[in-house]
């Protein structure tokens, strides 16, 4: 009589024998299998793929060789630049075009930057050599390098109201362009921010519809682009950026609205548009600060005439005494 039970595993007992179920049904499907497969193979078949099992030969790995740039590409002057960064400040067209080719995706060459950080496309767009800064995206120079003052390419760009530098950055680095348009520099300025600053409406524009932030703040002070086209008293740079959307409520880190910034200016326009459109709370200048501020600098005033009205006085009280009591003539 054969004894079946199980165990505290699981697994059935028969005759001291351990049996997993389902398990001899699995091996045996795996050898019929494997015997099948085997079974096929006809002797000729067999042999061939044995001979080449023999003679196969796995080829050796070559060892990495160390990257050892051109001579040419290690030299650099006193500034640091190299040949490159001075073909393109030179002008000399042919010789940075060679340069570039022999340095096609070069990226270390092409990104090398010379002690004020500018790479040779920063050198193309300041240089307005707008083939040669295709040229060297299309190369592979990295457009998000930063110069000695955080700007990338295209803050230069902007800040120069450089149509052509823009265009070339914005065609050639597209997977770039959301990083580019969101960077700030050193200042605390979006590329943005420079073109607004500087005046460039048609920059100003494409920068907005290529997807910059018109309400974007700088970190020092939370201005707006629009904050700045009060600054500057540019009404048609305040029309654009209404235009595309700009929150006239944003307040600057002190608490102040574009309209607030009117007040004690000389442009009338921009202070009417901004009133007609600005919540109430944020037309005009808080009363109570006003007081505060003139209160105190009333104090601040009195406090000083007081002090330096004492040491004037102790001063001549000095000089008297000194003179009276000289015996060189040579004092009086």
């Known amino acids: ?113 010379n002690n004020l950080h500018q790479t040779p496309l920063h050198l193309a767009i300041i240089t307005e050599q707008s083939e040669i800064a295709a040229m060297l995206l299309e190369a592979g120079c990295d457009p998000e390098v930063r110069d000695y003052r955080g700007n990338t390419p295209l803050h230069i760009a902007c800040e120069k109201g450089s149509l052509c530098g823009v265009g070339v950055i914005v065609q050639n680095c597209k997977s770039h362009l959301a990083p580019l348009l969101q960077f700030t520099n050193y200042d605390g300025h979006t590329c943005l921010h420079l073109a607004s600053s500087n005046g460039f409406l048609a920059i100003v524009e494409n920068l907005i519809n290529l997807g910059a932030d018109v309400d974007a703040q700088e970190p020092c002070n939370g201005r707006t682009a629009l904050h700045m086209a009060v600054d500057k008293q540019n009404a048609a740079l305040m029309f654009l950026l209404l235009k595309y959307g700009a929150d006239v409520n944003r307040v600057t880190y002190q608490g102040y609205s574009p309209c607030q910034l009117t007040w004690g200016r000389n442009n009338l326009q921009i202070q009417q548009h901004l009133l007609s459109v600005t919540e109430k709370s944020l037309q005009y200048l808080p009363e109570s600060e006003d007081e505060y501020s003139s209160e105190s600098e009333s104090e601040h005033s009195d406090d000083e005439v007081i002090i330096f009205t004492s040491r004037i006085f102790f001063m001549c009280i000095c000089r008297i005494v000194t003179l009276d009591t000289c015996p060189d003539q040579n004092c009086r």
């Open 1 to 113: 009589m054969t004894t079946r039970y199980m165990d505290y595993s699981g697994n059935m007992m028969v005759d001291g024998d351990i049996r997993m179920p389902g398990k001899d049904k699995l091996l045996q499907a795996t050898e019929d299998r494997n015997d099948s497969g085997l079974d096929s193979l006809k002797d000729e078949e067999y042999n061939m793929m044995l001979k080449d099992m023999q003679t196969l030969s796995i080829p050796e790995k070559q060892s990495i060789q160390d990257y050892e740039p051109e001579a040419w590409k290690m030299q650099a002057n006193e500034d640091g630049d190299t040949l490159l960064h001075l073909a393109i400040i030179h002008e000399e067209k042919e010789l940075t075009t060679e340069a570039i080719k022999r340095s096609y995706r070069d990226s270390f060459y092409l990104n090398r930057q």
